[in-house]
């Protein structure tokens, strides 16, 4: 049997997924160094300030990005 030809193999984006945006999760250490902090980010910051406190990240919105095409 043949193999699938390298176009085929080749992932497609969905149109969808190119226009939704993304953003990373970021730790309360990158949240203390930004320089335009956010509410989301003081909150969070806040929260891990407590001892015992376990945090998983905190979605920031300055590094929002998009899928590109190409």
Do not use: F
Request: net charge positive.
């Amino acid at each position: 049997m043949a193999g699938k030809s390298g176009a085929a193999k080749r992932r497609t984006i969905s149109y969808h997924n190119t226009l939704q945006w993304y953003t990373r999760i970021v730790t309360s250490e990158t949240c203390a160094a930004c320089k335009s902090q956010c509410a989301r980010g003081i909150e969070y910051m806040e929260h891990m300030s407590k001892p015992g406190a376990v945090g998983r990240g905190v979605p920031c919105i300055l590094t929002a990005y998009k899928i590109s095409t190409k």
